[in-house]
C-alpha cells in the first residue's frame, strides 16, 4: 500500500522560506500526478501546485504563482514544495496527494484524490 509522508513543516518568520518534502514509500508513483494543498485554520482545503512525476508538467494556482515551486526526484520518490517570502497568511497545514493527472490533481475539490499524506503545518510568524 502507498503511503505519502510530508515533512519540513515548521515555525518561520514572514519573509522566510521553508522546503517542504512529500516521499512516497510502497511503491513507485511514476504513473501518478502530485500536488500540494494546503488547509489553513476555518479555511476549506486549498490547491496550491501539481506536477507529473517525470516533473515536465507542473501547475499552479494563480494566487501562488511566483513564491512557490514545485519539483520532483525520481530517484527518491519524493516531492518538494519550495516556499519563498512567506506571509502570515501562508499559516496552514501542508499536504501533499496523488492522483492519475495534474489535471485531476488540480481539479480538487471536484474530484476525490487517491492519495493523501496526514500533512504538515507551517506557522509564519509576523
Known amino acids: 500500500q502507498v503511503q505519502l509522508v510530508e515533512s519540513g513543516g515548521g515555525l518561520v518568520q514572514a519573509g522566510g522560506s521553508l522546503r517542504l518534502s512529500c516521499a512516497a514509500s510502497?511503491?513507485?508513483?511514476?504513473?501518478?500526478?502530485m500536488g500540494w494543498f494546503r488547509q489553513a485554520p476555518g479555511k476549506e482545503r486549498e490547491f496550491v501546485a501539481a506536477i507529473n512525476w517525470s516533473g515536465g508538467n507542473t501547475y499552479y494556482a494563480n494566487s501562488m504563482k511566483g513564491r512557490f515551486t514545485i519539483s520532483s526526484d525520481n530517484a527518491k520518490n519524493t516531492v518538494y514544495l519550495q516556499m519563498n517570502s512567506l506571509k502570515p497568511e501562508d499559516t496552514a497545514v501542508y499536504y501533499c496527494?496523488?492522483?492519475?493527472?495534474?489535471?485531476?490533481?488540480?481539479?480538487?475539490?471536484?474530484?476525490?484524490?487517491?492519495?493523501w499524506g496526514q500533512g504538515t503545518l507551517v506557522t509564519v510568524s509576523s
Open positions: 496527494a496523488a492522483d492519475s493527472t495534474v489535471a485531476v490533481v488540480a481539479s480538487y475539490p471536484k474530484s476525490d484524490l487517491k492519495l
Open positions: 510502497g511503491r513507485t508513483l511514476s504513473t501518478y500526478a
